[in-house]
């Protein structure tokens, strides 16, 4: 059986799932209902999150498809598959053309030498423009670099969502087959073009890992030559030279999004192995002493550091089943066993130095925690500067913005002051699209103030394109903390007097505790507040003094929302139930001692 190995790239929301979901039921191997975001986050925020393996089987070919991350925060995921794949299908959507995302990923399928399948998605859509779409996307390809041969890409028009492809727009279709056709024609087997003497040295690099409760560490991986086998002996080379030996317990390959044990896989596939405890990406397996090892897959360094800690509040221990730092270190262990774009530092006893790739990769991690019981605080995100001969750098990113005309003049200013530098201003209508560059650190905490300046219709994307020289100071935070200054029960009549100096966090009946923040302030100082203080009761009645309470909604925490507006003096408590804002210090006492000490 021939062999084809895809990965399924583009920007978030794209359509790459909906696409593969209909690919994986139309050649009988997807099942009603299941879809390739299996997480239960995933499916709730509607992105991909981790790199999912599945394989359809179409004319005799077995067809290998990685449906990838379109997050920024994701973006290592997406590198590490490009590796270990043979071409990638690059979906766009007819509207809204390249973005970020799109533009990031095909950079690096283009470097790797890849030769992309263009498919232009969701051509039903009111204002789609797949001409003007086609036309971008090769602007696109040349911008990049590609080579001729690259840049003569086939191009499939497609609607995800009702699992229909085109090869001309004219075309009537009521299936994906000249999609697979494309893939068929287009894609050399890798079979065919990998060794194909069965007797040949066994080389396999892993991609990707995940986790069993039963095998303990697995490893996704592409076969370049020979044949993989249960029970067989290896041989595992780092890139560095470095060798060490181990057996291969249990051989699995994929039929759909399932995975079936295999006596063997052979050369072209991707297959998932499970008995070397120890293995890592990049590394090569293989049963020749004398084997080179394969080229390193780069991991993106993380950009973002913030501390973990055990729950320390007066609400402690009320809501988590795993409460200790010994449970969270064993937590952060295993997941760095996943998750490679995570790094812990476990040096300190009672805090865990954790890095990671942004705000969204920190806070699934988080909230994965979260679901499992865990209760725990972390301090502020910070951005990771690096040395360069002397020099002071951090990360750097492209932000992309498409919104009303209306609105360009506050995110113009707002980003001006947060180290911003535009780059570009394209007008579509009564549309904008902004292009700007500037550090990570401006665009932390950022992505609330932009939903409240667009009203909810403008689009932020970003994606990280390298470390730059430091930017100097730049002014972020223009609210202040409303601290709660008593413990007890929230009042209504006590928050409808407070929710005019600024934006509450938590509704009449609520818990708190001192030194709670219970809600923002819009003019930027801290204030202390009263929010159990009830009503003065006499017999005295006047006309107007029981006038009607109306209380805004509470602008409700989430992890996201947490980690945007935190102060540096502030922790995220966050337990299976609750999330909320504290001070570090939570008596107006040891705030003021705290404060004298950082004069001192």
Same mark, same amino acid.
């Not at 794209?14 to 009988?28: F, N, R, S, V």
């Not at 951090?394 to 001006?416: A, N, W, Y």
């Given at each position: 059986?021939?062999?084809?190995?895809?990965?399924?790239?583009?920007?978030?929301?794209?359509?790459?799932?909906?696409?593969?979901?209909?690919?994986?039921?139309?050649?009988?191997? /997807?099942?009603?209902?299941?879809?390739?975001?299996?997480?239960?986050?995933?499916?709730?925020?509607?992105?991909?999150?981790?790199?999912?393996?599945?394989?359809?089987?179409?004319?005799?070919?077995?067809?290998?498809?990685?449906?990838?991350?379109?997050?920024?925060?994701?973006?290592?995921?997406?590198?590490?598959?490009?590796?270990? @794949?043979?071409?990638?299908?690059?979906?766009?959507?007819?509207?809204?053309?390249?973005?970020?995302?799109?533009?990031?990923?095909?950079?690096?399928?283009?470097?790797?030498?890849?030769?992309?399948?263009?498919?232009?998605?969701?051509?039903?859509?009111?204002?789609?423009?797949?001409?003007?779409?086609?036309?971008?996307?090769? &602007?696109?390809?040349?911008?990049?670099?590609?080579?001729?041969?690259?840049?003569?890409?086939?191009?499939?028009? $497609?609607? /995800?969502?009702?699992?229909?492809?085109?090869? *001309?727009?004219?075309?009537?279709?009521?299936?994906?087959?000249?999609?697979?056709?494309?893939?068929?024609?287009?894609?050399?087997?890798?079979?065919?073009?990998?060794? %194909?003497?069965?007797?040949?040295?066994?080389? =396999?690099?892993?991609?990707?890992?995940?986790?069993?409760?039963?095998?303990?560490?697995?490893? #996704?991986?592409?076969?370049?030559?020979?044949?993989?086998?249960?029970?067989?002996?290896?041989?595992?080379?780092?890139?560095?030279?470095?060798?060490?030996?181990?057996?291969? !317990?249990?051989?699995?390959?994929?039929?759909?999004?399932?995975?079936?044990? %295999?006596?063997?896989?052979?050369?072209?596939?991707?297959?998932?192995?499970?008995?070397?405890?120890?293995?890592?990406?990049?590394? !090569?397996?293989?049963?020749?002493?004398?084997?080179?090892?394969?080229?390193?897959?780069?991991?993106?360094?993380?950009?973002?550091?913030?501390?973990?800690?055990?729950?320390?509040?007066?609400?402690?221990?009320? &809501?988590?089943?795993?409460?200790?730092?010994?449970?969270?270190?064993?937590?952060?262990?295993?997941?760095?066993?996943?998750?490679?774009?995570?790094?812990?530092?476990?040096? $300190?006893?009672?805090?865990?130095?954790?890095?990671?790739?942004?705000?969204?990769?920190?806070?699934?991690? =988080?909230?994965?925690?979260?679901?499992?019981?865990?209760?725990?605080?972390?301090?502020?995100?910070? #951005? @990771?500067?690096?040395?360069?001969?002397?020099?002071?750098?951090?990360?750097?990113? &492209?932000?992309?913005?498409?919104?009303?005309?209306?609105?360009?003049?506050?995110? @113009? +200013?707002?980003?001006?002051?947060? /180290?911003? #530098?535009?780059?570009?201003? #394209?007008?579509?209508?009564?549309?904008?699209?902004?292009?700007?560059?500037?550090?990570?650190?401006?665009?932390?905490?950022?992505?609330?103030?932009?939903?409240?300046?667009?009203?909810?219709?403008?689009?932020?994307?970003?994606?990280?394109?390298?470390?730059?020289?430091?930017?100097? +100071?730049?002014?972020?935070?223009?609210? /202040?903390?409303?601290?709660?200054? +008593?413990?007890?029960?929230? =009042?209504?009549?006590? =928050?409808?007097?407070?929710?005019?100096?600024? !934006?509450?966090?938590?509704?009449?009946?609520?818990?708190?505790?001192?030194?709670?923040?219970?809600?923002?302030?819009? *003019?930027?100082?801290?204030?202390?507040?009263?929010?159990?203080?009830?009503?003065?009761?006499?017999?005295?009645?006047?006309?107007?003094?029981?006038?009607?309470?109306?209380?805004?909604?509470?602008?409700?925490?989430?992890?996201?929302?947490?980690?945007?507006?935190?102060?540096?003096?502030?922790?995220?408590?966050? !337990?299976?139930?609750? @999330?909320?804002?504290?001070?570090?210090?939570?008596?107006?006492?040891?705030?003021?001692?705290?404060?004298?000490?950082?004069?001192?």
């Amino acid at each position: 059986m021939e062999i084809r190995n895809i990965a399924i790239i583009a920007h978030v929301d794209h359509g790459k799932t909906t696409l593969t979901d209909a690919l994986l039921k139309q050649t009988g191997v /997807g099942e009603e209902g299941v879809s390739m975001d299996s997480n239960k986050l995933e499916q709730e925020r509607g992105i991909t999150i981790y790199a999912k393996n599945a394989a359809v089987f179409y004319k005799d070919t077995k067809i290998n498809i990685v449906d990838t991350p379109g997050h920024a925060d994701f973006g290592s995921e997406v590198e590490r598959v490009l590796r270990s @794949i043979d071409t990638v299908l690059l979906v766009v959507d007819a509207q809204e053309g390249p973005m970020p995302q799109t533009r990031f990923v095909l950079k690096k399928s283009l470097e790797l030498g890849l030769k992309p399948i263009v498919v232009i998605n969701k051509i039903d859509k009111p204002a789609a423009d797949p001409d003007r779409c086609e036309e971008q996307v090769l &602007e696109l390809f040349l911008e990049l670099g590609a080579n001729d041969d690259q840049s003569n890409f086939p191009v499939v028009y $497609a609607i /995800g969502k009702q699992g229909i492809a085109k090869k *001309k727009l004219t075309d009537e279709s009521s299936d994906l087959m000249p999609l697979l056709d494309t893939i068929l024609s287009h894609i050399p087997s890798a079979s065919a073009e990998a060794s %194909a003497d069965e007797s040949a040295a066994l080389l =396999l690099q892993p991609f990707n890992l995940a986790y069993d409760n039963f095998l303990g560490r697995l490893a #996704v991986a592409r076969i370049y030559q020979g044949t993989v086998k249960m029970g067989q002996q290896v041989l595992i080379k780092q890139p560095s030279g470095e060798t060490r030996s181990g057996k291969i !317990t249990k051989v699995f390959t994929f039929r759909g999004l399932k995975r079936e044990e %295999a006596e063997s896989a052979s050369s072209g596939d991707i297959a998932l192995i499970a008995g070397l405890s120890d293995i890592y990406i990049g590394e !090569t397996v293989t049963t020749d002493a004398n084997a080179e090892a394969l080229p390193a897959i780069a991991i993106d360094e993380p950009t973002i550091v913030l501390n973990f800690y055990p729950n320390s509040s007066p609400f402690a221990g009320k &809501e988590g089943k795993f409460v200790t730092t010994r449970q969270i270190r064993e937590r952060l262990e295993k997941e760095l066993e996943v998750n490679v774009g995570l790094k812990v530092d476990f040096t $300190a006893t009672e805090s865990f130095k954790v890095s990671g790739r942004g705000e969204l990769h920190i806070s699934i991690l =988080l909230e994965n925690m979260r679901r499992e019981g865990f209760e725990l605080m972390v301090s502020q995100p910070k #951005v @990771i500067f690096h040395e360069e001969n002397g020099v002071k750098t951090e990360p750097f990113e &492209e932000v992309i913005i498409d919104t009303p005309s209306e609105f360009q003049g506050p995110i @113009i +200013e707002r980003l001006g002051l947060r /180290g911003f #530098v535009m780059q570009n201003l #394209v007008t579509h209508g009564n549309q904008v699209r902004l292009t700007f560059e500037g550090p990570t650190r401006g665009l932390l905490g950022y992505k609330n103030q932009f939903v409240i300046d667009t009203k909810g219709e403008g689009i932020l994307s970003s994606r990280f394109i390298g470390f730059k020289k430091f930017s100097g +100071e730049i002014k972020k935070r223009l609210t /202040g903390s409303m601290v709660s200054m +008593e413990s007890g029960k929230a =009042l209504g009549f006590s =928050l409808w007097n407070l929710q005019d100096r600024g !934006t509450l966090y938590i509704g009449p009946t609520i818990e708190v505790y001192e030194g709670m923040v219970i809600g923002n302030t819009s *003019k930027g100082e801290e204030m202390m507040v009263n929010p159990t203080k009830g009503k003065q009761l006499t017999n005295m009645r006047a006309s107007g003094s029981d006038e009607a309470i109306n209380i805004v909604p509470p602008w409700t925490l989430s992890i996201e929302r947490g980690l945007e507006v935190m102060g540096e003096d502030e922790f995220l408590e966050i !337990t299976p139930l609750n @999330i909320r804002l504290r001070k570090k210090f939570l008596t107006d006492n040891d705030r003021a001692k705290a404060r004298r000490k950082d004069i001192a």
